[in-house]
Every structure is written in structure tokens, then in C-alpha cells.
């Protein structure tokens, strides 16, 4: 069975660029979550999707977006990049209620100069 | 707010000894999760604990929850060097709202 497929793992953007990162979630998940981790601030929830419906949003500015297509699989964009967008962006699949738990992608880790 | 509280932040242990490591939050929740995350790795899903009472066992490692206390526990029994990591307890509020809050992760490192 295919886990969470996230890509590219690995980033490197100069600030005020835009980035796109991709999370393909296990078979038959509906809910794709993404979280951002950083040494300072550990891992933060930036939002949830559910059937294409964005259903739940972390505190995350503005500029921190995302989308989920019809088949589940999810993108998140960060424009105008800044310094302390470095981190390990994970996503989350999960069949909608968490019952059966989370898995997790290994990650994209983004670093901007 | 819900906040999630994880003790100790870091533990050194030696093999063989146990010890437990202990997750606080602060609003009602009946679903609490325990990952692992080795460096530069992604978060391995351990234990998933979805009522009061609920006591779940994977080898050496044991979790439960307590709702009404707003606790859940990892205890490692016999620990060995493999074991090592940062270990993190997540909870959801409640169902429909599928946004985890982490706690702080706990470090530990086995000793031999």
C-alpha cells in the first residue's frame, strides 16, 4: 500500500519567490492536512481539506494557501517568501475523522536565502 | 485555545530502566495520538487512543488516556538503544475539526 507521496523533498528559494508543494495522499483518503515544522516553533497546523473544501485553517497569514483536486491529492503555495518560511512542510492523510489516525509524508523541506 | 504540554522536554535514559513520558492538554478530547520522529525524518504514527480508558501496547512502548484527568501517557518498558528519538503527543478537539495540536516533543536517548 502506497504511503503519502510529498514532493519535491527537498527546496531552495531566494526570498520574495513563490513555491508550490505537492502531497499525494494515501489511496481512498479524503483529508489531506499540511503543518509546517521549525526548531522555534515546533509543528503548527496550517490547514486541513476534505473533498476539495478547505475545512479547517491554522493561523497562518495570508500569504500560506492551498487546494485539493477531485482526486484527493492537495498542493500548497507559499508566495513572497521570507527568511523564516524555512521549515519542514509534512502532510497528513487520513480517511476524514481521524479514527484510524494520520500519516504523514515525509516532508519538503524548503530552505529560503 | 487548546494547548498541548509534553514532560519531560528531554530524557536520557539508560537500557533496561523505564520510564514514562506524560501529555497534558487543556480542553476536553477524546482523540489523542503518539508519533516518533527520527533527525530529518517524518512523524511515524504509533498509537491512536480515541476514548477514556483506552490503553494501547506496541513492544516495549504502552500509551493510555484519561479524559477526565486530560492526560495521556507513553511508558517504555525495558528500554533499548533503538528507541531513540523525539516523541511527540497530538490532539484533536473533537470530531469534524481535524486540526492536530502538537505538544513540544519529548527527546529521549537511550544509554547503553
Known amino acids: 500500500k502506497a504511503g503519502v507521496t510529498q514532493t519535491p523533498r527537498y527546496l531552495i528559494k531566494t526570498r520574495g519567490q513563490q513555491v508550490t508543494l505537492s502531497c499525494s495522499p494515501i489511496?481512498?483518503?479524503?483529508?489531506v492536512s499540511w503543518y509546517q515544522q521549525t526548531p522555534g516553533q515546533g509543528l503548527q497546523f496550517l490547514f486541513e481539506?476534505?473533498?476539495?473544501?478547505?475545512?479547517n485553517k491554522g493561523n497562518f497569514p495570508g500569504r500560506f494557501s492551498g487546494r485539493q483536486f477531485s482526486n484527493s491529492r492537495s498542493e500548497m503555495n507559499v508566495s513572497t517568501l521570507e527568511l523564516g518560511d524555512s521549515a519542514l512542510y509534512l502532510c497528513?492523510?487520513?480517511?476524514?475523522?481521524?479514527?484510524?489516525?494520520?500519516?504523514f509524508g515525509s516532508g519538503t523541506r524548503l530552505t529560503v536565502v | 485555545e487548546l494547548k498541548v504540554e509534553q514532560n519531560p522536554l528531554f530524557l536520557s535514559m539508560q537500557e533496561g530502566k523505564n520510564y514514562t513520558i506524560y501529555c497534558n492538554y487543556s480542553t476536553t478530547s477524546d482523540r489523542l495520538y503518539w508519533y516518533r520522529q527520527d533527525p530529518g525524518k517524518s512523524l511515524e504514527s504509533l498509537f491512536v487512543l480515541l476514548s477514556n480508558g483506552a490503553v494501547k501496547q506496541e513492544g516495549r512502548l504502552m500509551a493510555s488516556l484519561d479524559t477526565k484527568a486530560r492526560l495521556s501517557t507513553l511508558h517504555i518498558t525495558a528500554a533499548v538503544h533503538d528507541l531513540s528519538a523525539t516523541y511527540f503527543c497530538?490532539?484533536?478537539?473533537?470530531?469534524?475539526?481535524?486540526?492536530?495540536?502538537f505538544g513540544t516533543g519529548t527527546r529521549l536517548t537511550i544509554i547503553p
Open positions: 497528513a492523510s487520513s480517511l476524514g475523522d481521524g479514527d484510524y489516525g494520520y500519516t
Open positions: 497530538a490532539v484533536a478537539p473533537n470530531f469534524g475539526n481535524e486540526k492536530l495540536t
Open positions: 489511496s481512498g483518503h479524503r483529508s
Open positions: 481539506y476534505f473533498s476539495e473544501t478547505q475545512r
